[in-house]
């Protein structure tokens, strides 16, 4: 890998920091004229200075933003099963999710994985077995009409693995109809074709535990009327492993045969690894256990990881378990009358992106608020080895996560924006230019053989394992991905590497080889195509990539071809079922942001499309400096599990109209 310029000329740069969109004090308020924009930089002043204004009263004394991260009603209805299986029933707690639960039901009865998606079975059947925990009625009308869909549907029987699982734990799903994970799998080494190190880290912080679970099978019977037998449509017979229609000749149903194999390897007698696999898998716990009880930084790692031990026999008196249980309530969020559990946590990547977007919007790099997130930023900064080093063991640390702590799981995105930001304040005593360095280096490390990077390892891309039967959700690898590759090149070329650079060289390759053939680029953390596009745009503009090459033109010509009539972008989730739909959906403040942005780096920025978007942002500003944002537009598992982070409607468009204003007075000025 070559990082010629990593080492030492970067050393160089910290002596040239970026510098930030400032708006001239003297000019704020007086109508500029620049390319036909007559007064338009002085209503994007007055909007800037609301949203700034905003975010100064959101800032936490300690120097960080922080904003919720919305799912679906699966991670909070779980969390009710868990308490349960533990014995910790809690009556005010059960009635305040219960109220989660119903405000979030449909008309139809149902719950989906994203606000305006449709029902989606695996959800309803979730929501509906939590609310009878909860002390619902199976006659509660509520419960009547989710019933219809669910076994309309199917029934029960076709719900996806993790809600088989956490029925399965009531004697509500029978364990034969699950799929297998032995145990001894966490001992395979690392050159096994299939380890856990080949498994994304968020698949592998979930599997590893839960090959305990699936091992021990606990069972913590109902009391009666509490069970969920009504929503079978056969209920005495064994469903099947997986529902799928398959072709006798693919590698899910190979995997499906191999999994009966497994089932029946399951009741012999002896198995001379099983025992010293569950102590390995019992320690490893423990080790990737954080210090505040957090596993992974995931609801998921965090959940299996607690039933694991119970299964092993520890009792919630246990301390892992004890701090397991807090680190989740620190996820929760009570609001009027209802408790909400989180998915993830996302401090780090909120309080870089905000930043950056105060800093694009004007405000003075010494700005106390400026000062005191970077100080933050930079006590954040892991500097001991995680799992990624398992293909990287030569490779010193030095990334961020995304979240409060999560040692063992930084990650390239939170990393790369990260430094964009404290490249700027190399100088401080409060960050060491050692530290810089060891960032740096971090993600230039973790370049995968394609070119590309991924989120959290290299070269993770074993696409066979997405068809084992426990991956249902298509997301047990980590891939290099152009939106990721995309915000890595805007750090480079922020901090001065070019087209000369062989890992500059060999990411645009990587791009122009993931690049759709109508001109976007897929977007694998964000919805969707706007996303991606966006982000590699970005990216090339940062590095220097000549615009005008019919590649990049093809994906401005997408871009533009797809605004909407009332100026904003915007894009469904379904997009990513259906690719047709790319860019089909209401307009939103995060989305028309993200064009915007990537129109400007492709040197549009006078172009009417962004006039257009500009003018949507500013007509749909709150008075208070915000945006509203129903939609989910970020993404967890695409298809499977949406976000909607509530940051990204006020930081992505404050952070496109200060580049605006930026661009249309550099353009003004020569």
Same mark, same amino acid.
């Given at each position: 890998?070559?990082?010629?310029?990593?080492?030492?000329?970067?050393?160089?740069?910290?002596?040239?920091?970026?510098?930030?969109?400032?708006?001239?004090?003297?000019?704020?308020?007086?109508?500029?004229?620049?390319?036909?924009?007559?007064?338009?930089?002085?209503?994007?002043?007055?909007?800037?200075?609301?949203?700034?204004?905003?975010?100064?009263?959101?800032?936490?004394?300690?120097?960080?933003?922080?904003?919720?991260?919305?799912?679906?009603?699966?991670?909070?209805?779980?969390?009710?099963?868990?308490?349960?299986?533990?014995?910790?029933?809690?009556?005010?707690?059960?009635?305040?999710?219960?109220?989660?639960?119903?405000?979030?039901?449909?008309?139809?009865?149902?719950? !989906?994985?994203?606000?305006?998606?449709?029902?989606?079975?695996?959800?309803?059947?979730?929501?509906?077995?939590?609310?009878?925990?909860?002390?619902?009625?199976?006659?509660?009308?509520?419960?009547?009409?989710?019933?219809?869909?669910?076994?309309?549907?199917?029934?029960?029987?076709?719900?996806?693995?993790? +809600?088989?699982?956490?029925?399965?734990?009531?004697?509500?799903?029978?364990?034969?109809?699950?799929?297998?994970?032995?145990?001894?799998?966490?001992?395979?080494? %690392?050159? %096994?074709?299939?380890?856990?190190?080949?498994?994304?880290?968020?698949?592998?912080?979930?599997?590893?535990?839960?090959?305990?679970?699936?091992?021990?099978?606990?069972?913590?019977?109902?009391?009666?009327?509490?069970?969920?037998?009504?929503?079978?449509?056969?209920?005495?017979?064994?469903?099947?492993? +997986?529902?799928?229609?398959?072709?006798?000749?693919?590698?899910?149903?190979?995997?499906?045969?191999?999994?009966?194999?497994?089932?029946?390897?399951?009741?012999?007698?002896?198995?001379?690894?099983?025992?010293?696999?569950?102590?390995?898998?019992?320690?490893?716990?423990?080790?990737?256990?954080?210090?505040?009880?957090?596993?992974?930084?995931?609801?998921?790692?965090?959940?299996?990881?607690?039933?694991?031990?119970?299964?092993?026999?520890?009792?919630?008196?246990?301390?892992?378990?004890?701090?397991?249980?807090?680190?989740?309530?620190?996820?929760?969020?009570?609001?009027?009358?209802?408790?909400?559990?989180?998915?993830?946590?996302?401090?780090?990547?909120?309080?870089?992106?905000?930043?950056?977007?105060?800093?694009?919007?004007?405000?003075?790099?010494?700005?106390?608020?400026?000062?005191?997130?970077?100080?933050?930023? @930079?006590?954040?900064?892991?500097?001991?080895?995680?799992?990624?080093?398992?293909?990287?063991?030569?490779?010193?640390?030095?990334? /961020?996560?995304?979240?409060?702590?999560?040692?063992?799981?930084?990650?390239?995105?939170?990393? !790369?924006?990260?430094?964009?930001?404290?490249?700027?304040?190399?100088?401080?005593?409060?960050?060491?230019?050692?530290?810089?360095?060891?960032?740096?280096?971090?993600?230039?490390?973790?370049?995968?053989?394609?070119?590309?990077?991924?989120?959290?390892?290299?070269?993770?891309?074993?696409?066979?394992?997405?068809?084992?039967?426990?991956?249902?959700?298509?997301?047990?690898?980590?891939?290099?991905?152009?939106?990721?590759?995309?915000?890595?090149?805007?750090?480079?070329?922020?901090?001065?590497?070019?087209?000369?650079?062989?890992?500059?060289?060999?990411?645009?390759?990587?791009?122009?080889?993931?690049?759709?053939?109508?001109?976007?680029?897929?977007?694998?953390?964000?919805?969707?195509?706007?996303?991606? +596009?966006?982000?590699?745009?970005?990216?090339?503009?940062?590095?220097?990539?000549?615009?005008?090459?019919?590649?990049?033109?093809? @994906?401005?010509?997408?871009?533009?071809?797809?605004?909407?009539?009332?100026?904003? /972008?915007?894009?469904?989730?379904?997009?990513?079922?259906?690719?047709?739909?790319?860019?089909?959906?209401?307009?939103?403040? %995060?989305?028309?942001?993200?064009?915007?942005?990537?129109?400007?780096?492709?040197?549009? @920025?006078?172009?009417?499309?962004? @006039?257009?978007?500009?003018?949507?942002?500013?007509?749909?500003?709150?008075?208070?400096?915000?945006?509203?944002?129903?939609?989910?537009?970020?993404?967890?598992?695409?298809?499977?599990?949406?976000?909607?982070?509530?940051?990204?409607?006020?930081?992505?468009?404050?952070?496109?109209?200060?580049?605006?204003? %930026?661009?249309?007075?550099?353009?003004?000025?020569?």
């Amino acid at each position: 890998m070559d990082t010629t310029l990593g080492k030492g000329k970067s050393r160089l740069l910290r002596q040239h920091f970026i510098k930030p969109v400032l708006l001239p004090r003297k000019t704020k308020n007086k109508p500029v004229a620049v390319a036909g924009h007559t007064g338009l930089l002085d209503s994007i002043s007055e909007a800037l200075e609301k949203t700034q204004a905003y975010y100064r009263e959101q800032q936490h004394r300690d120097g960080y933003w922080w904003y919720e991260l919305e799912s679906n009603v699966t991670i909070t209805a779980e969390y009710l099963m868990l308490f349960h299986f533990l014995g910790l029933k809690d009556q005010e707690r059960d009635r305040k999710i219960a109220s989660h639960i119903l405000r979030n039901q449909r008309s139809d009865g149902t719950w !989906a994985i994203y606000r305006g998606g449709k029902g989606d079975l695996s959800t309803t059947v979730e929501a509906y077995f939590a609310l009878k925990l909860a002390g619902l009625s199976a006659e509660d009308p509520a419960l009547r009409k989710a019933r219809g869909f669910i076994r309309e549907k199917g029934g029960v029987e076709t719900a996806r693995v993790f +809600t088989r699982v956490f029925l399965a734990l009531f004697g509500e799903f029978n364990w034969r109809a699950i799929p297998s994970i032995p145990v001894e799998i966490n001992l395979l080494p %690392s050159w %096994s074709p299939i380890n856990i190190y080949n498994f994304s880290s968020w698949a592998r912080s979930t599997i590893v535990p839960l090959s305990v679970v699936l091992e021990v099978k606990p069972v913590r019977p109902l009391p009666e009327g509490l069970g969920i037998r009504e929503l079978y449509k056969d209920p005495h017979k064994v469903p099947p492993v +997986t529902t799928q229609k398959l072709s006798p000749f693919t590698w899910k149903r190979f995997f499906i045969v191999l999994d009966r194999l497994l089932k029946a390897l399951e009741s012999v007698p002896v198995r001379p690894l099983k025992n010293r696999a569950l102590r390995n898998t019992e320690r490893w716990l423990l080790e990737h256990q954080e210090p505040g009880g957090d596993w992974g930084g995931i609801q998921p790692a965090m959940i299996n990881s607690i039933l694991a031990l119970s299964a092993m026999g520890y009792g919630v008196s246990y301390d892992p378990i004890r701090k397991g249980l807090e680190a989740l309530g620190r996820f929760t969020i009570e609001k009027d009358d209802e408790l909400v559990l989180q998915s993830c946590i996302s401090p780090v990547w909120d309080t870089a992106l905000t930043a950056l977007a105060l800093l694009y919007s004007g405000v003075e790099q010494e700005h106390a608020h400026m000062e005191e997130a970077c100080k933050w930023l @930079a006590s954040r900064q892991i500097l001991r080895k995680g799992d990624w080093s398992k293909k990287r063991p030569s490779l010193a640390p030095g990334g /961020w996560a995304f979240e409060f702590e999560n040692n063992w799981y930084p990650d390239v995105d939170d990393t !790369a924006v990260v430094l964009m930001l404290l490249n700027r304040y190399a100088d401080r005593h409060y960050i060491k230019p050692e530290n810089l360095e060891s960032g740096l280096q971090w993600v230039l490390g973790m370049q995968g053989k394609d070119g590309g990077w991924g989120a959290f390892d290299v070269d993770n891309d074993m696409s066979l394992l997405n068809q084992l039967p426990f991956g249902d959700l298509e997301a047990m690898i980590d891939p290099s991905t152009p939106d990721i590759t995309g915000r890595v090149l805007e750090l480079l070329g922020l901090i001065g590497y070019g087209q000369t650079s062989d890992i500059v060289r060999r990411a645009i390759e990587f791009l122009k080889k993931t690049q759709e053939e109508c001109g976007p680029w897929w977007g694998r953390w964000g919805v969707n195509y706007i996303y991606g +596009t966006s982000s590699v745009l970005l990216g090339l503009g940062s590095v220097g990539e000549n615009m005008s090459m019919p590649y990049v033109k093809k @994906a401005v010509g997408w871009l533009k071809i797809n605004q909407h009539l009332d100026g904003g /972008w915007g894009e469904c989730c379904e997009s990513y079922d259906d690719p047709t739909m790319k860019c089909c959906g209401t307009s939103t403040p %995060s989305q028309t942001a993200w064009a915007v942005l990537g129109l400007i780096a492709a040197g549009e @920025a006078t172009g009417e499309e962004v @006039a257009r978007g500009i003018a949507y942002l500013l007509k749909n500003q709150r008075a208070d400096g915000t945006w509203d944002e129903e939609e989910f537009t970020g993404t967890g598992f695409p298809k499977y599990f949406m976000i909607r982070y509530h940051n990204y409607r006020n930081c992505f468009p404050l952070m496109a109209l200060g580049k605006f204003v %930026s661009n249309v007075r550099d353009k003004g000025n020569n």
